[in-house]
Every structure is written in structure tokens, then in C-alpha cells.
């Protein structure tokens, strides 16, 4: 059984900095390609970031360009995201998921599994 677990996510003041971590097990982790999603309020499930397998490729959505990281810990089996300058339009449930495809693209239905979501809420 596949299960990714979230952790990280808190209150933070504008500006500050979270590291969430998605804990993966059940899967070849080294095999998936990774990524972060988010979801606020009314809106779809948006994509933020993605890693390749190896760790060699990584592509971020514009706006958080410049203020998020992806990297992943192949032997821990776990994916990470640094966000720093954080907004208060950061703001959401984020979701870490994983990608039998080689370079999944920002859709939703391109990532196999997913977690259950950490709530990060930037205050101004």
C-alpha cells in the first residue's frame, strides 16, 4: 500500500520560511517522480513544483519562482519543499504526490499518488 505523509506545515508571518517533507513508502521511491501541489478555498488543486527521479530535473510554477525549492532524499525515501518569502496568497492545503512518468507535466491526473494534504497559512 502506497502512502505518502506530509509534514511541516504551520502558521508562519509573511516573509518567513516552512520546509514541508512527504514521507513516501509502499513505492520504488527512487523510480517516481515527485511533486507539490495546493488547494485553497473554492479553487482547484494547483501545481507548485516537481522533481524527476533522480533529482536532476526540477521545474516551479512562476509564482513561486525564486522562493520555493524542491529536492528529494532518495535514501529517506522523501521529497521536500523549502518555501521562503512567503506570501499570504500561499496560503493553502499542500499535497505532496507521486509520478510513474519519467517528466510528468502540472496536471493532476499525470501523478499516480497522493497525500493527504498540510494546512501552511501565511499571515500578513
Known amino acids: 500500500q502506497v502512502q505518502l505523509v506530509e509534514s511541516g506545515g504551520g502558521l508562519v508571518q509573511a516573509g518567513g520560511s516552512l520546509r514541508l517533507s512527504c514521507a513516501a513508502s509502499?513505492?520504488?521511491?527512487?523510480?517516481?517522480?515527485m511533486g507539490w501541489f495546493r488547494r485553497t478555498p473554492g479553487k482547484e488543486r494547483e501545481f507548485v513544483t516537481r522533481i524527476s527521479s533522480s533529482g536532476s530535473y526540477t521545474s516551479n510554477t512562476d509564482s513561486v519562482k525564486g522562493r520555493f525549492t524542491i529536492s528529494r532524499d532518495n535514501a529517506k525515501n522523501t521529497v521536500y519543499l523549502q518555501m521562503n518569502s512567503l506570501k499570504p496568497q500561499d496560503t493553502a492545503v499542500y499535497y505532496c504526490?507521486?509520478?510513474?512518468?519519467?517528466?510528468?507535466?502540472?496536471?493532476?491526473?499525470?501523478?499516480?499518488?497522493w497525500g493527504q494534504g498540510t494546512q501552511v497559512t501565511v499571515s500578513s
Open positions: 504526490a507521486a509520478s510513474g512518468r519519467v517528466y510528468p507535466g502540472p496536471r493532476v491526473n499525470e501523478y499516480n499518488y
Open positions: 509502499g513505492l520504488t521511491f527512487s523510480t517516481y517522480a
